[in-house]
Structures are given as structure tokens and as C-alpha cells.
């Protein structure tokens, strides 16, 4: 059985934030123990309704990505042990599996998106205007369809209660160097180019991911947060896609589309969620997992 945590409890630890999903305490000045809770947000609220074991797949799932991608772009894990990190007295059970001991890092404040197929904002803005953060595309492109490249789409990183917004390199390169920019921007695409390329193996299309980055007291660079969870990415089963048509995914798509047939203004609170769209997405995350990275949690 998987474990569920809606608001992890650590106590003689220091809470520095509690994100959409994510539990975040310092460890010293250089260390973060991150806790994914089964918080799960859509529209940028989150819901009621935990989802039982996703914290503990977004962990296992980013935690393979990263392993993978590491000779690409180094990342914020130490490699410390989880349960050395928690107090004593704290059910290790209930956290191992959803928690990671990392370095501390300064975020770069911007939304690192790489974009493999159009779909989402991408496809909203390339209909108003035929360009996707700046980037001019080739005309008569159907929803969905997949980009002739992957293309770096950045998108600022909003505060609570705000939606991201597209943004053109040039705001990038001006928010934080062009010399940082640039490698966010090869990093992305490097990472993006991987996964799909692993992925469409497993019949899995990645169709876009966001990344975060951080970067240390010298300044060097890290991904960091999570990597190519069904939270940050859209990944589509190979053999239901159709250009034109929005596919089906694993992700949570499945839950926006749920929450699309109510009458509910996407403020929070949110609506509480049935069993069945709470069993359903939790064996959604749980295939990608499975799919993706070969791990079942049991
Ligand atoms: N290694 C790291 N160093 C510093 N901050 C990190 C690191 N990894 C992740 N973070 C930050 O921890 C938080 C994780 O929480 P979570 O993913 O729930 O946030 P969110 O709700 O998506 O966004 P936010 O918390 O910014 O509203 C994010 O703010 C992320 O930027
Ligand atoms: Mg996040």
C-alpha cells in the first residue's frame, strides 16, 4: 500500500515553505530535506483531496530522471540518506520513499519549458499569433502537432494565487544574463531531447516539460525541484496520439478534465474530488512510473 501524507510533520525541523506539493526544511545552512506531499493542484489550486502515494512517485520518478540526466547537467541531490536526515521519533515509512536530502540552491526565478509538440499555451499562443514565446513556427500547424524542433519556451515563475506567463528569451537573457540564460536554455532542451528519446521507446511521447534551476554560492548551475514528473511534464501514450485532437495522457490531465465538467471558478477552495477520479489519477502517475522508470510501489 502506498502511504499517504497530506502535510508532513517534521518536528526540530525548520519549515521554510509549503509549496503547491512540495515541504521544504532546512538541513544547516546548505541543505534542504524536501518532503512531496499528495497534495495535488490543478489550475493552480489545490485540492482537497490527497492522492494517495503521489509524493512518493514524483520522488521516485525525478529521482530517476536525474540519476539519468546527471552527465547532462548536474542537479541539486546529495545523495544524503533520508533517513539520517529525519528526527528521531518520525515515521520513516512514511517519508523515505517521498523525500530527498539536496542542496540548498538560489532559484533562478524564471520557468525552464521545453516544448516538443504543441499543445496547452503553446498552442493558444501559436493561434493568436503563430509564435510560441518569440519563437516564429512554420504556419498550418494542427493542435498537438509536433514541432519540426524542441523549442525552450520560458514562462515567469508566478507567485501564489497567479498563473505563469510566456516569456521571450530576450526577457530571459534580462532577468538573469545571457550567459545564464544560455545555459538554461541548452540544459532544457539537452533534458528534454533525452527523456523523449527514452521515453517514445516505452511508447510514451513527452510532449512538453518545465524545469527548475538554482545555482550555488559560486554560481554554478543546477537542475533542481523535480524532473519529468506527470506534475511538470505531459506525457501521451504513443499509440492513442492523433495530430488535430488533444491526446489522452498520464498525467494531470485527467484530472483537469474531471474538474472541467463542474461549475467551479477555478478559485480555491477547490471541489472535493470522487473516488474514482482519485483512484484514477493515482493509477495514472502510478503507470507513467511504472512505464517510464520500471518501479511499482507497493
Ligand atoms: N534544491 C533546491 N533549492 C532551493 N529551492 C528548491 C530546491 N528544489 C526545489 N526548490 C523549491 O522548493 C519549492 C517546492 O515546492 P513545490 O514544488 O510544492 O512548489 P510550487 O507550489 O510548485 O511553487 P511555489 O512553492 O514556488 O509556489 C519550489 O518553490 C522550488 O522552487
Ligand atoms: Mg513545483
Known amino acids: 500500500m502506498p502511504t499517504v501524507l497530506s502535510h508532513s510533520t517534521l518536528p526540530g525541523l525548520t519549515l521554510l515553505h509549503r509549496g503547491k506539493v512540495r515541504d521544504v526544511y532546512a538541513l544547516g545552512a546548505d541543505e534542504l530535506l524536501i518532503v512531496a506531499s499528495d497534495r495535488l493542484s490543478a489550475f493552480d489550486v489545490v485540492l482537497p483531496d490527497p492522492i494517495p502515494g503521489k509524493g512518493e512517485m514524483l ?54 519549458i521545453a516544448r516538443g509538440y504543441l499543445i496547452g499555451s503553446g498552442w493558444k499562443d501559436y493561434q493568436a499569433g503563430g509564435t510560441v514565446c518569440g519563437i516564429r ?10 514541432l519540426p524542433e524542441p523549442i525552450f519556451t520560458p514562462s515567469t515563475k508566478a507567485a501564489l494565487g497567479t498563473h505563469d506567463e510566456n516569456i521571450g528569451f530576450d526577457q ?15 540544459a532544457t532542451l539537452a533534458i528534454y531531447r533525452h527523456a523523449a528519446e527514452y521515453a517514445a521507446e516505452r511508447g510514451i511521447l513527452v510532449a512538453d516539460t518545465k524545469l527548475e534551476f538554482g545555482t550555488d ?3 554554478r548551475l543546477y ?9 511538470s511534464s505531459r506525457f501521451w501514450p504513443a499509440e492513442e ?12 490531465q485527467f484530472v483537469r478534465d474531471y474538474l472541467e465538467t463542474l461549475d467551479w471558478n477555478k478559485q480555491a477552495p477547490g471541489p472535493i474530488l470522487p473516488r474514482a477520479v482519485i483512484e484514477g489519477t493515482a493509477a495514472k502517475y502510478a503507470e507513467a512510473l511504472r512505464r517510464l ?6
Do not use: C
Open 241 to 252: 496520439y492523433r495530430a488535430g485532437t488533444s491526446p489522452p495522457s498520464y498525467d494531470k
Open 137 to 146: 513556427l512554420p504556419a498550418g500547424l494542427r493542435q498537438a502537432e509536433k
Open 59 to 112: 520522488t521516485q520518478i525525478s529521482n530517476f530522471w536525474f540519476g539519468r540526466t546527471a552527465a547532462l547537467m548536474p542537479n541539486h541531490l546529495t545523495g544524503k540518506s533520508v533517513a539520517e536526515a529525519l528526527p528521531a521519533g518520525v515515521d520513516l515509512a512514511l517519508y523515505e520513499k517521498r523525500s530527498v536530502v539536496t542542496r540548498r540552491l538560489k532559484p533562478v526565478p524564471v520557468e525552464a
Open 172 to 186: 530571459v537573457v534580462a532577468t538573469i544574463g545571457a550567459d545564464l540564460a544560455e545555459q538554461v536554455r541548452v
Open 293 to 298: 522508470a520500471g518501479i511499482t510501489i507497493d
Open 223 to 231: 537542475v533542481m525541484d523535480e524532473m519529468l514528473t506527470p506534475d
Open 217 to 219: 554560492a559560486d554560481g
